[in-house]
């Protein structure tokens, strides 16, 4: 399963060939290491540690559930400016597990906080002290399991033992890897860019949407930067990017307890540090950072369990974004409409109830819908130009595209889904054990 | 397809055996005429007439998309007090039609009031002239396609032609056919009741979610009653009734441009004229009232497309009525928690997912969860009783029954949905041709 994206994710970069797969390099300031704990008893990679060896600037946008996994409390918790690690495990989403989940994150805060201190010293390059506030977890699997606290801490001594100063595409591989639940592609995504004069790297991993075994599509991404740019700048770059991105993702309308997207940078890179949002200089960086956040997203949904369609819905001239929004994934989040693409059907009259039951403002006489750039409704009636073997063979293509004019304003809003198969319905009905 | 019902619908008339079918019978002022207008070309009955020789007094609630089909509209600007006829047609639902879809039962209007004040003279009992505003319809069927009006006026004369005034089980269960799409089973329901020491009889019959032909499942629900009731009343009833039932139901979360429920009542019954909501004789009426909604509701849901599970989802001790009903319908409309129970796992990770993600106030330190009386959750934390075997056990009900206490105020609500299989996503992913 799993779509290929190489025909339609996008880059600035112009001159760089989009594959399957980007190759991430060295990114000057962050360590990568990954070890197995068994926690599938299958001996694959399921612990993941970033290391920021002289710390990295970080912001954080989480799940909005009214219930929230131990880590992301954790997270929350923690007042400092800086972070230093953030360990990644799978199959154990540490969610609903109450004091033991968060007491377990403490004594694991605890172990790698030493043994990090404990590195620094022996390097003699970094003496600093490294606290437990500076750690921060990502935890994805099973709800309301016990978390496996002591698999876990046996393994930090040999994370550590296993970091490198230079990372290289295989050890990103790894991570991306290594964080996977039930995916079937890691998700990797980067991008350079222009500070002032400094060259810039971006580059993210990702994972989600795989739910065999975990109990839904936590997602999960993190973003990497040699930029230097404050904490309160990139907060307002996440939340402004994720919007248009992460959060205009959707595979089946549930959300996780456990998602959570980060942003480091390490300022590695020495550009004049960045602390003001309106700063000019941004304006490459943050394409460059929508274009990777973006990129990770779709390789989310393209990789949504039995998913054989990538389907982009433009809402165009809503009276609100909010509207516009609500639109797109009032369609998005429609069975009816999902199976009918997976039916490769042109099955119009599914996207009308759609567009009714959003609730947004519509105009009726003016709308127009097209699949790809064939009209099907314009001027709120059929096309006259509409011929139903035309749209069908259009149905064939695995990127759909579906082009709505609501004509009641002057907002837009993108969103991204796959379609609705039996292998889906298959995956999540199999009984867990 | 279709679950059998017959162990858990509800009736207060103690002594009646509730089979799969209710046997309705005579209904004093009301006919019924049902003719096969060919428009599936399989010579099946499409068109349905009720008639009301002496007219009745009616109240409707209709769909709340933004997106409303012609005959709605038709419905909405009749202004008048008494009904003479409803007419139902299947196979076209008359929306996104436009004016050719508006006019076409304008002319209808004028064919059935002409042809019924012909009949009303020739019987020289019912000297009534009737107008085109008191007649009212139903359509469901494909969206988008040009209203086939001369195929169906031709049979009109053919449908008040075969008008009697004695109804029986018969002629019912044509009706209940006659509506359908691709419903498997015809839905009725049927309760007596006294208002004073009148005997009263209230009558329904619904179709809904079947969906293969039509573009989605619209819901059509008919009540009939002898009773004497003022619209005023009546509007009252049906709009406090059906928030427990037609509005507790959900299949796969869409939403038609086209569903209606309407009440007639005739009168016959000659009870002392209600006039008053708060009128104390009503309380039986408005129990059965509700017995008969709910039990076409859950007809409706039962025959749910692809559905081999009836699922429960009782909601206790919300903060407020609406944040129950946003649980209860986060969990009714997410497709991992409908998968699961189509698998038979008792993964109830996915049930606080969806808890987190409605959005309502959840006391997380008293929450529990119990599947049938077995407790998952209990104070907070996974029960010390639960036994995954013993719950997997209680999976494989036909009926499954959740019980969601979120300690947060008094307020209650309960949904009833099916489960999500593959043969949902057959179903709607077939191609309409």
């Known amino acids: 399963m799993g779509i290929n994206l190489s025909n339609f994710l996008t880059s600035q970069s112009k001159n760089r060939k989009m594959g399957e797969f980007q190759d991430l390099d060295h990114l ?21 540690m970033f290391y920021f060896r002289e710390g990295a600037n970080f912001a954080s946008v989480y799940t909005q559930s009214k219930i929230i996994s131990e880590n992301i409390k954790w997270n929350l918790n923690q007042k400092t400016k800086k972070i230093f690690s953030l360990l990644v495990n799978t199959r154990n989403a540490n969610s609903f597990t109450g004091d033991q989940g968060y007491q377990s994150l403490q004594i694991l805060a605890e172990e790698i906080s030493n043994e990090l201190t404990k590195k620094q010293k022996e390097d003699e390059e970094y003496p600093e002290k490294i606290k437990t506030k500076n750690i921060i977890f990502g935890c994805t699997g099973t709800i309301g399991e016990k978390f496996p606290v002591e698999k876990i801490k046996s393994k930090i001594p040999e994370l550590i033992k296993n970091i490198r100063y230079t990372q290289n595409k295989y050890i990103w591989m790894k991570a991306a890897l290594g964080i996977m639940t039930t995916d079937t592609q890691p998700k990797m995504a ?47 770059l996440l939340k402004k990017n994720v919007e248009s991105t992460f959060n205009a993702i959707s595979c089946d309308g549930d959300t996780s307890t456990n998602d959570m997207i980060t942003i480091f940078s390490t300022g590695k890179a020495k550009n004049k540090t960045i602390v003001n949002i309106s700063d000019k200089k941004l304006k490459y960086f943050n394409e460059a950072l929508k274009n990777v956040m973006l990129n990770l997203a779709k390789r989310v949904v393209s990789d949504g369990e039995g998913a054989s369609k990538f ?75 509409y011929n139903e073997k035309e749209t069908a063979q259009y149905m064939k293509n695995i990127n759909i595209e579906m082009n709505i004019n609501v004509a009641s304003g002057n907002k837009n809003f993108t969103a991204y889904t796959m379609d609705f198969t039996k292998k889906y319905v298959e995956i999540n009905s199999d009984y867990r054990s």
Chains 1, 2 share one sequence.
């Open 28 to 48: 000057d300031g962050i360590s990568i290491s990954t070890v197995s704990a068994n926690l599938y008893n299958t001996n694959r990679d399921d612990l993941v």
């Open 190 to 236: 980067m991008e350079h860019c222009t500070i002032g004069t400094t060259q810039i790297k971006i580059y993210g991993i990702a994972k989600g949407s795989g739910m065999i075994y975990p109990n839904m599509a936590t997602t999960l991404g993190y973003i990497f930067t040699d930029a230097d740019i404050s904490n309160d700048v990139l907060n307002k």
């Open 311 to 385: 389907i982009t819905i433009k809402i165009f001239k809503s009276k609100t974004e909010q509207e516009a929004k609500q639109i797109a994934f009032s369609i998005a989040n429609s069975s009816l409409v999902k199976t009918a693409i997976a039916g490769e059907d042109p099955n119009w009259g599914r996207i009308i109830m759609a567009l009714g039951k959003s609730g947004a403002e519509i105009n009726l006489k003016k709308m127009s819908i097209k699949f790809g750039d064939i009209y099907i409704i314009k001027n709120g009636k059929l096309s006259n130009q």
